[in-house]
């Protein structure tokens, strides 16, 4: 059975970083694609980073792209965003999930089938 298991979230400046942690088990990731996504209560969730394991393609959406970073460490089967110049608009809820690699990396909800517990993020001042 596969399971995710985020930690690393907390309470931060605008403008400071944090880094999440998505350890994943049950499974080889050598076939999937991992995607952060976040969710803000009333809004729908919304795909943040992904990152193919299968071939190391990476995908951002645009209010992220050169303030966060998608990585991996293989020996730990563990998957990072790294979220720099935090603003008070990131704050959310994140979410780690984890679907099987089909030739392409999107930040689409349906494509993943495992999903992990959440890790609070908080950008305030």
């Known amino acids: 059975q596969v399971q995710l298991v985020e930690s690393g979230g907390g309470l931060v400046q605008p403008g400071g970083s944090l880094r999440l942690s998505c350890e994943v088990s049950?499974?080889?990731?050598?076939?999937?694609?991992i995607a952060w996504f976040r969710q803000v209560p009333g809004k729908e969730r919304e795909g943040v980073s992904a990152?193919?394991?299968?071939?190391?393609?990476?995908n951002y959406a645009d209010s992220v792209k050169g303030r966060f970073t998608i990585s991996r460490d293989n020996a730990k089967n563990t998957i990072y965003l790294q979220m720099n110049n935090l603003k008070v608009d990131d704050t959310a809820t994140y979410y780690c999930?984890?679907?099987?690699?089909?030739?392409?990396?999107?930040?689409?909800?349906?494509?993943?089938?495992?999903w992990g517990q959440g890790a609070l993020v908080t950008v305030s001042s």
């Open positions: 049950g499974t080889s990731l050598d076939y999937y694609t």
């Open positions: 999930a984890a679907g099987l690699w089909r030739g392409w990396v999107t930040l689409v909800i349906h494509e993943y089938e495992h």
């Open positions: 990152l193919s394991i299968t071939d190391g393609t990476t």
